[in-house]
């Protein structure tokens, strides 16, 4: 424990030769490595975690990581059309690229939401691609049915394909297979996960 020089105790201010000096011992005591941890390759997610003292519990508690998706999970908001355009068919309405902090992962889930629904022809229909390995990313393209805004509600989900995985500086390119009448703005939600 540093060696501190209170005012309390002193009865009067501090000097400047004891301030500075409080500052060095707490800089020479403080504790730059946790001791005696070993580095280890696996986690158990069902029994390792991250402890901390809740002070306004007054009790120990704990973080379990197999309920902690926000550690392993990466989400990507792409803005494909603005809110008052109806998006057309074709590849390629937009593209962006992997970052180095996505390096690794997969594609869990994909959806889509538009900012006026369809009300006629066929449902809004989104697939995403790897340009840089030349596939698609998903078996079951994401599908906004008729008179609906988003896809969660949709009767078909999307399903990840078994080349869903990406590395920094992929080329993801969304392709839009079809809209429905008077549809307006397009927005696609990417989750990655290891």
Do not use: W
């Amino acid at each position: 424990m540093a060696d501190i020089t209170l005012r309390e105790t002193e009865g009067r201010p501090l000097t400047f030769a004891e301030v500075d000096g409080n500052f060095t011992n707490l800089n020479n005591d403080k504790q730059e490595v946790v001791p005696r941890l070993n580095l280890v390759t696996s986690l158990d997610a069902a029994a390792d975690k991250l402890s901390f003292y809740d002070t306004s519990a007054a009790t120990e508690r704990a973080i379990l990581p197999e309920n902690v998706s926000v550690f392993v999970e990466r989400t990507v908001v792409i803005k494909c059309v603005a809110d008052t355009i109806a998006p057309t068919t074709g590849d390629g309405i937009t593209h962006f690229v992997i970052p180095s902090t996505m390096n690794g992962k997969n594609l869990s889930s994909a959806q889509a939401h538009v900012y006026t629904a369809g009300t006629a022809s066929t449902i809004t229909n989104v697939q995403l691609h790897n340009l840089t390995e030349g596939n698609d990313m998903l078996s079951t393209p994401i599908t906004i049915d008729l008179n609906e805004k988003d896809s969660s509600t949709a009767a078909t989900p999307s399903v990840t394909g078994s080349d869903n995985g990406v590395s920094t500086a992929d080329v993801i390119r969304i392709d839009v297979d079809a809209v429905a009448t008077n549809t307006k703005g397009l927005e696609v939600r990417m989750v990655f996960s290891t």
